[in-house]
T-cell receptor, first 114, second 111 residues
Framework: EPEVTQTPSHQVTQMGQEVILRCVPI?????FYWYRQILGQKVEFLVS????????KSEIFDDQFSVERPDGSNFTLKIRSTKLEDSAMYFC????????????FGNGTRLTVT | DAKTTQPPSMDCAEGRAANLPCNHS???????VYWYRQIHSQGPQYIIH???NNETNEMASLIITEDRKSSTLILPHATLRDTAVYYC????????????FGTGTRLTIIP
């Protein structure tokens, strides 16, 4: 069973529209991550989030992307103006506070941009 | 950018032990070895991790060589549900660092 719930499981949107992907960790953890996987390609890191701040982001995570934890529970990834190449699986992950705490992933949101 | 090398694919007969190798010759003293798998398009699933000692849990065993330059993930009695892509990842643990995924090993369990 995934320890992270992601909604929606599948989102279809038109190019240029804004989308918000949501992640609800079951336990109260401080470390959160977003990854994406374009069909047939590697799982790619987007951003990590700790204590309500971005701690690291990749080159992919440009100004079109933002993350927040608005209510202390849900962790969201917003894409402001979607492009065709944003079509991918988006995975949220969380980790505990010990140094070697593994990341636990949700089952992802499949984003399709048309 | 991945610091590990894995064979692209392997087959294993159902019921036999699956031994998945990983080379990480540039691993540093504070880096752990993690193993994940991805079944179809599901989220990566954590399997096991270790620093220098061998580890075992309900899913698998992890054997790390004494020089830490390589490791082997062992699935003791492979089932068809173990068919997946397996990722060996070296991760620095100074501050809950991200995981960097490579291309992994596609393991196919044959009936």
């Amino acid at each position: 069973e995934p320890e992270v719930t992601q909604t929606p499981s599948h989102q279809v949107t038109q190019m240029g529209q804004e989308v918000i992907l949501r992640c609800v960790p079951i336990s109260n953890h401080l470390y959160f991550y977003w990854y994406r996987q374009i069909l047939g390609q590697k799982v790619e890191f987007l951003v990590s989030f700790y204590n309500n701040e971005i701690s690291e982001k990749s080159e992919i995570f440009d100004d079109q992307f933002s993350v927040e934890r608005p209510d202390g529970s849900n962790f969201t990834l917003k894409i402001r103006s979607t492009k065709l190449e944003d079509s991918a699986m988006y995975f949220c992950a969380r980790a505990g506070t010990t140094r070697d705490s593994p990341l636990h992933f949700g089952n992802g949101t499949r984003l399709t941009v048309t | 950018d991945a610091k590990t090398t894995q064979p692209p694919s392997m087959d294993c007969a159902e019921g036999r032990a699956a031994n998945l190798p990983c080379n990480h010759s540039t691993i540093s003293g504070n880096e752990y070895v993690y193993w994940y798998r991805q079944i179809h398009s599901q989220g990566p699933q954590y399997i096991i991790h270790g620093l220098k000692n061998n580890e075992t849990n309900e899913m698998a065993s992890l054997i790390i060589t004494e020089d830490r330059k390589s490791s082997t993930l062992i699935l003791p009695h492979a089932t068809l549900r173990d068919t997946a892509v397996y990722y060996c990842i070296v991760r620095d643990n100074f501050g809950n660092e991200k995981l960097t995924f490579g291309t992994g090993t596609r393991l196919t369990i044959i009936p």
